[in-house]
């Protein structure tokens, strides 16, 4: 049973910092790119940021370069989002992402983690 459970949420003032977890089980978390990507009330997911399996090289949205940075542990099947200089408009649940390309692609979500900013 694949599973992506993040951790980390909760409030933070502006300018704040706050670091979210995604433990994988159930695949090859290894052969997967992850991504985080956030959804606020009335809006549509977006991508906030995407690291490769291999290279990992990393991807991320305009409105959070230089603050937000994603990297992956393979040995615990875990990728993490470290959020500094948070913003009000950063509130949001934040999603964990999977996408593995064995022959077919398959793409995993997780449950979401709320992420608030306000003073």
């Known amino acids: 049973q694949v599973q992506l459970v993040e951790s980390g949420g909760g409030w933070v003032q502006p300018g704040g910092s706050l670091r979210l977890s995604c433990a994988a089980s159930?695949?090859?978390?290894?052969?997967?790119?992850m991504s985080w990507y956030r959804q606020a009330p009335g809006k549509e997911r977006e991508l906030v940021a995407s690291?490769?399996?291999?290279?990992?090289?990393?991807q991320y949205a305009d409105f959070v370069k230089g603050r937000f940075t994603i990297s992956r542990d393979n040995a615990k099947n875990t990728v993490f989002l470290q959020m500094n200089s948070l913003k009000p408009e950063d509130t949001s649940v934040y999603y964990c992402?999977?996408?593995?390309?064995?022959?077919?692609?398959?793409?995993?979500w997780g449950q979401g983690t709320q992420v608030t900013v306000s003073s």
């Open positions: 159930g695949f090859t978390f290894s052969t997967a790119t």
């Open positions: 690291i490769s399996n291999v290279l990992r090289s990393t």
């Open positions: 992402h999977a996408r593995r390309v064995v022959g077919l692609v398959t793409v995993y």
